[in-house]
């Protein structure tokens, strides 16, 4: 008998996890960017490579953008490419970290004319979901300042807000705005927006359109997570998740590959705050694969998020509560130990097969010849990477 119930299939059938346009393109570490034949050159590509991952998994129908990487004369164009290929255009990420005016900042710049531009950026980026149908905006700024005494940190929080406000009005009834927070890098003494408190104070004083992105590589090692989701599902202001995994810092590595205990930990937190399948919470990965492949890497990632859903729907609630209540504390922490040791892959690959998927999606790519054959037609021009 499967281990996993109809109710819980159909909750799982309703997933969806948007993909980052930059985890197809060449990435690296500041040693070395290693090129791997048939890298997409274009955001035209890097879609038709997303769409192998959502063909073999159907857990992966939207592609986020990245501004200026992923500009394209004519975004209908490149919204028509995606729709044929069964996906969508997702979050547009803006990008003010690979400019040099933005060696001091950008947001929160106190040169207004580098603040003007930094904010026309985040205007042009609205343009861009216009055309491309995209709800989400989101925002990660590199701000901050290395050496104490370097800058007014109030200053900055005040222009923040203010260069915040200039963008959020500009937003249509339908648009969002995700503020993401990060503890370092690449400033290290202080940074503008370095937790979910700060992104949580300016985003809520824009208004309900304004909400936290979390990227849950981006904690002090030993962070609790999962209390994080659960305060901000319960303030209502949790907007998106940035999925990897990290070892030391950003180390942007394949979600649960590093710490699957602790996405079974988000995850049994945002079933029960009401934060799967909520369209008000977007589920994204924030990836980069500088060493293996990357078509498998985000099929592999993909599965990892849906294997720790499964466990978390696992997770019998009432004999939880039960526990709780009683004050049973080894009861209730052997309810969820329980769930995350249960082994639902083989119910996921059945039940894969049950809806004319491939039980083994990994396997399924690697015999599709797919990497064989695009590194064999991409010849010539630049492969994407991090400047394209
Ligand atoms: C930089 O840390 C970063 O990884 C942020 O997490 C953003 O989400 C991403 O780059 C894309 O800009
Ligand atoms: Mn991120």
Excluded at 33 to 46: H, L, S
Aim: net charge negative.
């Amino acid at each position: 008998m499967s281990t996993l119930s109809p109710e819980i299939l159909s909750t799982l059938e309703s997933q969806a996890i948007e993909l980052p346009s930059w985890a197809f393109g060449n990435s690296g570490t500041r040693f070395r960017v290693f090129p791997t034949a048939g890298t997409p050159r274009d955001p035209f590509e890097k879609i038709a490579d997303a769409a192998q991952v959502h063909r073999l998994t159907a857990l992966a129908p939207t592609v986020a953008l990245h501004i200026p990487w992923d500009l394209v004369d004519d975004f209908g164009a490149l919204r028509r490419h995606a729709e044929d290929l069964g996906m969508t255009l997702g979050t547009i990420n803006s990008n003010t970290f690979q400019d040099e005016d933005y060696k001091f900042g950008a947001l929160t710049h106190h040169d207004e004319r580098i603040r003007r531009k930094a904010i026309d950026h985040h205007l042009a980026c609205i343009d861009v979901m216009d055309a491309t149908g995209s709800r989400d905006l989101k925002i990660w700024l590199a701000e901050g300042s290395n050496y104490p005494g370097q800058n007014d940190m109030r200053g900055r929080q005040d222009r923040l807000q203010d260069s915040l406000q200039q963008i959020y009005a500009r937003l249509g009834d339908d648009q969002r705005l995700v503020l993401e927070y990060k503890f370092f890098e690449p400033s290290f003494y202080h940074t503008d927006v370095p937790d979910w408190g700060t992104s949580y104070a300016q985003v809520a004083a824009l208004g309900d359109k304004a909400l936290v992105c979390l990227d849950t590589g981006h904690h002090a090692p030993g962070t609790n997570i999962e209390f994080i989701v659960m305060q901000l599902l319960r303030l209502g202001k949790l907007g998106s998740f940035d999925f990897n995994s990290r070892f030391y810092a950003d180390d942007d590595l394949i979600v649960g590959a590093a710490d699957p205990f602790q996405l079974f930990r988000i995850l049994t937190e945002v079933v029960r705050g009401g934060g799967l399948n909520n369209p008000d919470v977007a589920f994204m990965l924030d990836q980069c694969h500088n060493i293996e492949d990357k078509i498998p890497g985000q099929i592999r990632s993909v599965l990892n998020v849906q294997e720790m859903t499964a466990r978390a729907l696992l997770v019998d609630r009432d004999a939880l509560t039960a526990a709780q209540q009683a004050n049973d504390v080894l009861a209730a922490n052997a309810v969820l130990m329980d769930a995350f040791y249960t082994d639902v892959r083989p119910a996921l690959a059945e039940w894969r097969e049950s809806r004319g998927l491939p039980a083994d999606p990994m396997a399924a790519f690697a015999a599709s010849g797919y990497l064989p054959r695009t590194a064999e037609e991409r010849v010539g021009g630049t492969q994407a990477g991090w400047g394209a």
